[in-house]
């Protein structure tokens, strides 16, 4: 069945930092991949998604592009602040899973100032 | 509000103990998903409810587990005879579409057994 692996955490880094969160999945088809943020004491929130290979998604300095050759889409950030620090889901919906979304095990980014 | 709000916010029960737990969606939202996150890893699907119908019900882990959502609207999550290993956080979701999943979570019920 579909999966999603992304790294583990915790990633600490200092402020201005450039960040990079890997993640890669295994899906039929073509799946639409999205990664989504919790801060602390808050819900899930959708930061960003992809629907087609070679798609970029952005939101508030965040990046991903959808790579079907490397099955990746990697999370980055050039220069990261104290307010990114918060856990990190990658997460697929493909055709066996068409409307549930399957989730990697998350990570957790500390910012220090 | 304008989010999906989800009630209680915590749970503390005693093995054995029937509970409930409510979710309200986005007012107007067709689709509602609940999922179940343990300690340190993703959320894992639950169920799904295209208005009043649930349309899969096959991550629930046992007959234990119970969702309804009568008037397409509010949804209740009911686990009966609660054991250690149910011990998690259950999110909800709602989305506008039918199968879209751009789905906007809940803060979710942390449910501890003792």
């Known amino acids: 069945g579909d999966s999603v692996t992304q790294m583990e955490g915790p990633v600490t880094l200092s402020e201005e930092a450039f960040l990079t969160i890997n993640c890669t999945y295994t899906a039929t088809g073509y799946p639409s991949l999205f990664w989504y943020v919790q801060y602390p004491g808050e819900g899930l929130q959708l930061l960003l998604k992809?629907?087609?290979a070679d798609d970029k998604g952005s939101n508030k300095g965040f990046e991903a592009t959808y790579r079907k050759e490397t099955t990746s889409f990697h999370l980055e950030k050039g220069s990261v602040q104290v307010s990114d620090s918060a856990v990190y889901f990658c997460?697929?919906?493909?055709?066996?899973?068409?409307?549930?979304?399957?989730w990697g095990a998350g990570t957790k980014l500390i910012i220090k100032p | 509000g304008a989010g999906v709000s989800q009630s209680p916010r915590y749970k503390v029960a005693k093995r054995g103990q029937d509970v409930a737990l409510r979710c309200d969606p986005i007012s107007g939202h067709v689709s509602l998903f609940w999922y179940q996150q343990a300690l340190g890893q993703g959320p894992e699907f639950l169920t799904y409810?295209?208005?009043?119908?649930?349309?899969?019900k096959s991550g629930l882990p046992s007959d234990r587990f119970f969702a309804e959502r009568p008037e397409g609207s509010v949804s209740t999550l009911k686990i009966q005879r609660t054991q250690q290993e149910d011990s998690a956080v259950y999110l909800c979701?709602?989305?506008?579409?039918?199968?879209?999943?751009?789905?906007?979570f809940g803060q979710g019920t942390r449910l501890t057994v003792v």
């Open positions: 997460a697929l919906s493909g055709a066996d899973s068409n409307y549930q979304l399957i």
């Open positions: 992809a629907t087609k």
């Open positions: 979701a709602s989305s506008y579409r039918d199968r879209d999943t751009e789905a906007f």
């Open positions: 409810f295209q208005n009043e119908a649930q349309l899969d």
